[in-house]
């Protein structure tokens, strides 16, 4: 007789089981204790963009349940809408969408996508996929060999993918300029000297997130940094994906991060906000010229997921991206997401273990420091960023744990405040009362270990 486990579940913290949920509202969740907390962190992994129990998309959901959840056999209606409405929602000459189900499968697509291009275009050898240091695209391996993650890395060595990775424009501890405001863009040039170093024949694409989340949250790259990436990208015939998986859908305050730098993108890929965790749903957006290269060529991107594309996930989707648009929830996160920054900054910037608060929009991010002077982070055993988050947790109040540590000399202890983009000034000053009182309480603890 087999004697019954605590818990089957494989879950990702061998050693300490996450809490169980129990129900959400809004931006509230209750756990099966009973505690109520303020969503901050958009369920934890920045998913929830239009909150909870939505009953505009409960209704679009079950709708579509009744009539089809899965025909793989044809195109459905909800998928050609959702698609037109991405369509008109991406930046000008992005006007094509592939359907998968989350930010990782998206990514794989998106590099599957540039290889593809190259070869219907004549240049076979062009396949590695560029990526930076400090970046996150998915668990994937493919993605994961363009992460540049080292904690998400080191157990799975060697990639099966050997992609060259360029210093990000991590301004707070830039490796090329002392100060942000003397930005040289070497940070860009280093994509520059990564092609050249490989070889421009042998590159196909370029691959970054526009404000960096899990790896680095809210890191902000200098305003030109990526229009002198997309010269560097066009003089080698390189493609430039954005990954927008946690930027996008309006989180920034603008319908996709990259907008912020006035610059085109080949490629977006999209998940989390796009279906506000109510269906897995993820997209690749991409151009008509390089949809066509594709089709015009061998007739077919050889390439998809059973799950792509569903009536149900596109159905959901179509319900929240109209929830945005309806409710002006970009806007909002423009504007109640600046407060959300200044608020931050206002209370716990001045902090001698606050080295930066940086991010757009509802996407914030903190560095925690030993010393500010030197920039010198706590020792990672001491974890610091997620002791904040956990006290901030017992105060009710979910944030966003980044990651603690050092890692090939880019260190730092870096957490985010995520909310869903539906936040109100009140639940800001909520939030920020509660991170305060955190990190002052927790600092005071690490000075007497
Ligand atoms: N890209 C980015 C920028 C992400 O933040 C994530 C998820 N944290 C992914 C890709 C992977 O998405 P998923 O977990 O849905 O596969």
Same mark, same amino acid.
């Given at each position: ?18 809490k ?7 931006v ?26 939505? !009953? ?18 044809? &195109? ?28 990782s ?9 540039? +290889? ?7 240049n076979? !050898? ?5 990526? +930076? ?6 668990? &994937? ?5 363009? &992460? ?46 990564? *092609? ?14 526009? *404000?960096v ?42 319908n996709? =991060?990259? !907008? ?20 897995p ?11 066509? =290269? ?24 179509? =319900? ?10 970009? !806007? ?41 002077? &030197? ?9 610091? =960023? ?16 980044s ?7 880019? +260190? ?14 009140e ?23």
């Amino acid at each position: 007789m087999k004697t019954k486990a605590q818990t089957s579940v494989f879950h990702r913290d061998l050693v300490n089981t996450p809490k169980m949920v129990s129900h959400a509202d809004g931006v509230h969740v209750w756990d099966a204790d009973g505690n109520q907390y303020l969503d901050a962190s958009s369920g934890g992994n920045v998913v929830i963009s239009i909150g909870y129990g939505v !009953e505009k998309v409960i209704d679009a959901m079950t709708e579509q349940a009744r009539k089809v959840s899965f025909c793989g056999a044809f &195109t459905s209606e909800p998928q050609e809408a959702l698609a037109q409405q991405l369509a008109e929602f991406a930046p000008n000459g992005l006007d094509k969408v592939r359907f998968v189900s989350g930010g990782s499968e998206a990514n794989e697509t998106a590099i599957k996508l540039a +290889r593809h291009y190259h070869v219907e275009s004549g240049n076979s !050898e062009k396949y590695k996929i560029v990526g +930076r240091w400090r970046s996150y695209h998915g668990n &994937t391996l493919g993605a994961l060999s363009a &992460t540049g993650h080292v904690l998400r890395r080191k157990n799975y060595l060697p990639m099966l993918l050997p992609f060259p990775h360029a210093a990000p424009p991590y301004q707070y501890r830039c490796q090329f300029c002392s100060e942000r405001s003397s930005c040289t863009l070497q940070c860009a040039d280093d994509v520059e000297r990564l *092609i050249l170093n490989e070889g421009p024949e042998s590159v196909a694409a370029f691959i970054a997130e526009p *404000i960096v989340g899990a790896a680095a949250m809210g890191m902000v790259a200098d305003p030109k940094y990526f229009s002198r990436v997309r010269e560097i990208c066009d003089k080698y015939d390189v493609l430039l994906i954005v990954d927008e998986v946690l930027s996008g859908m309006g989180r920034t305050g603008a319908n996709f =991060a990259i !907008e912020h730098w006035n610059t085109r993108p080949d490629i977006i890929t999209c998940g989390k906000g796009i279906s506000s965790g109510y269906t897995p749903l993820g997209a690749v957006i991409t151009t008509n010229e390089i949809h066509d =290269a594709v089709r015009i060529g061998s007739g077919a991107f050889e390439h998809g997921f059973t799950y792509g594309g569903n009536p149900l996930s596109c159905a959901v989707g179509s =319900a929240v991206l109209t929830y945005i648009q309806d409710n002006k929830l970009v !806007e909002n996160a423009a504007t109640v997401g600046s407060y959300l920054q200044e608020r931050v900054a206002q209370e716990i910037g001045g902090l001698d273990i606050v080295g930066e608060v940086s991010g757009k929009g509802m996407l914030c991010g903190i560095e925690i420091v030993a010393d500010r002077e &030197t920039k010198e982070p706590f020792s990672p055993e001491i974890a610091i =960023a997620t002791r904040i988050a956990r006290r901030t947790q017992e105060l009710g109040v979910l944030i966003n744990p980044s990651f603690s540590g050092n890692v090939d000399g880019y +260190r730092g202890d870096r957490f985010g405040i995520c909310p869903p983009l539906t936040f109100t000034r009140e639940q800001v000053d909520e939030t920020v009362d509660a991170l305060g009182r955190a990190v002052r309480e927790v600092r005071e603890q690490v000075r007497f270990e």
